[in-house]
């Protein structure tokens, strides 16, 4: 009972996101500068701060914008933004729970009107947890923006098809939950393949 209370809830939330999304979409998108700006996130690889910095330092406006950040090997600072700095936060915890709830949507509409290229994993961009993630590659193309696709890793592996058997019994040594998840990696990794303008093949050998 709690499962099917948790999944009408989430569709309610995302029926309700989505009109909030369509409402904030910039259907005439307008640049501010002759290059376009850059979004890096919302998955916390620290491959991203160095990213955005180098290509801030070629003269593009670029900033990391993340979910949350590992405080055993990050330091806050590492990166630009994140989801409470946009969706706010509350000691409240029923209003910190539905600030949760939304802030992938919010998060999402703030970033089609400030960004025009969007640099995220195969797991999605900054619809990924929600049920708007299959059609999340159409509602940026709504809003005249382009994807980059960068895998790290557990975005995309799939164990049954890496070869290398001592690769594949180290990964189930160090990470033995990803298999359990590989028809969903699997079904993120077409979608957004198959919709992304572009993807860099860094996990090329891994998949």
């Known amino acids: 009972m709690e499962k099917i209370f948790k999944k009408c809830l989430n569709a ?3 029926a309700l996101g989505l009109i909030y999304i369509l409402w904030r979409i910039p ?15 919302p998955a916390p690889i620290i491959n991203n701060k160095y990213w955005s910095q180098a290509l ?8 990391t914008l993340m979910s949350t950040y590992y405080s055993f090997i990050h330091k806050r600072e590492d ?43 195969l797991s999605g961009g900054f619809l990924y947890s929600t049920y708007l993630w299959r ?4 509602l ?8 980059v696709l960068i895998p790290y890793g557990s975005d ?13 019994h180290g990964l189930l040594l160090t990470y033995p939950d990803t298999p359990k998840r ?15 303008e572009i993807g860099r093949a860094s996990c090329r050998e891994r998949v």
């Open 12 to 14: 309610i939330v995302a």
């Open 27 to 41: 259907w005439k998108r307008k640049r501010v500068s002759g290059k376009p700006r850059l979004v890096w996130g």
């Open 56 to 63: 801030i330092n070629a003269g593009y406006v670029s900033q």
């Open 79 to 121: 990166y630009d933004l994140y989801y409470s700095d946009i969706a706010g936060s509350s000691k409240n915890e029923l209003v910190e729970k539905i600030r949760i709830l939304f802030a992938p949507y919010l998060v999402f509409a703030y970033a089609v009107n400030h960004f025009d290229i969007f640099h995220h994993p």
């Open 135 to 138: 059609i999340e590659a159409q």
């Open 140 to 147: 940026l193309k709504l809003a005249g923006c382009k994807t």
């Open 156 to 168: 995309a592996y799939m164990y049954s098809q890496v070869m290398d058997l001592n690769l594949r």
């Open 182 to 196: 590989e028809r969903e990696i699997s079904a993120r990794v077409k979608y957004w393949t198959r919709n992304a």
